[in-house]
């Protein structure tokens, strides 16, 4: 993963512009920290498959079980990512890591959540994933010579194509999707997903491995002084927790944000 250090907003704006389409986004309100899953910093230095494993049915279970007591949309889902999806959307912790298409939406997460008294920088990854799916979808194709799908073939049935095949064998590979039922507030974010297929391994392990050497991946390291000029271009975009959220949460959000932004101009 290539690392970028910006330092004048300019420069910020040039770098994720000139991007091409094929690119998700996540931003971090700390550039000292890695990809993480938030399972993965639930089970910490005692991460293993199994106990991965143990967490991930655990919660299933327990969600499944009780969805239907608190559901208001009566919308259930019907795949497993489907399912972990719903799951990261409440705050259960998952392997999925939240992405964007849009890395305006990727600066605003960065933002979302940083302290600026803590004076430290803050981050946004960009990761090609037509290349990083394209990698994927050819390791599976090695090991199984009938399995013949490409990027394209699965663009309306990348959960299908995960819950049968991908997730069914473990392939140490990773693998982005936007679920197939997508509720309002990942819709305004335009999100997506990144997870570790093979749940003995980190996604950060995953993408640092042979498999996705060449893949283009950068990390922005965006310097702390570029905060309140930050959060200015994302007001002007009308890029807020208001219009992002579109509920009383969203509003308490920007009114926070917008505090903190205050007293640090």
């Known amino acids: 993963m290539i690392e970028k250090t910006i330092v004048d907003i300019d420069n910020l704006m040039h770098a994720l512009n000139e991007l091409p389409n094929p690119f998700i986004y996540r931003g971090q309100a700390s550039a000292n920290w890695g990809l993480t899953s938030a399972l993965e910093r639930v089970i910490g230095d005692d991460w293993s498959k199994k106990a991965a494993l143990k967490f991930e049915e655990f919660s299933l279970r327990q969600f499944k079980s009780k969805f239907h007591l608190y559901d208001r949309e009566n919308i259930s889902p019907d795949t497993k990512l489907s399912w972990l999806a719903a799951m990261q959307h409440y705050g259960i912790p998952t392997r999925l890591v939240d992405f964007t298409e849009s890395p305006y939406v990727a600066l605003y997460f960065a933002l979302e959540t940083y302290c600026p008294n803590a004076h430290g920088d803050f981050a946004v990854f960009a990761i090609n994933y037509s290349e990083l799916m394209d990698r994927s979808l050819q390791i ?96 002007k975009m009308n890029l807020t927790s208001k219009s992002l959220y579109g509920d009383l949460d969203g509003l308490a959000k920007s009114i926070r944000m917008e505090m903190l932004a205050y007293a640090s101009d």
Not at 155 to 165: L, S
Not at 167 to 183: G, K, V
Not at 185 to 206: E, M, P
Request: hydrophobic residues 35%; without cysteine; glycine residues 4%.
């Open 140 to 235: 599976v194709s090695d090991h199984d010579n009938e399995f013949d799908e490409t990027r394209q073939t699965i663009q309306d049935k990348q959960d299908q194509v995960f819950e049968e095949v991908i997730e069914r064998y473990s392939h140490p590979i990773a693998w982005t999707t936007e679920p197939q039922i997508l509720n309002t507030r990942l819709d305004r974010q335009a999100g997506s997903f990144l997870l570790s297929v093979d749940k003995g391994t980190k996604i950060s392990n995953v993408l640092n491995s042979a498999t996705y050497e060449g893949v283009t991946m950068f990390k922005f390291i965006i310097s702390k002084d570029l905060y309140v000029s930050v959060f200015a271009l994302l007001r």
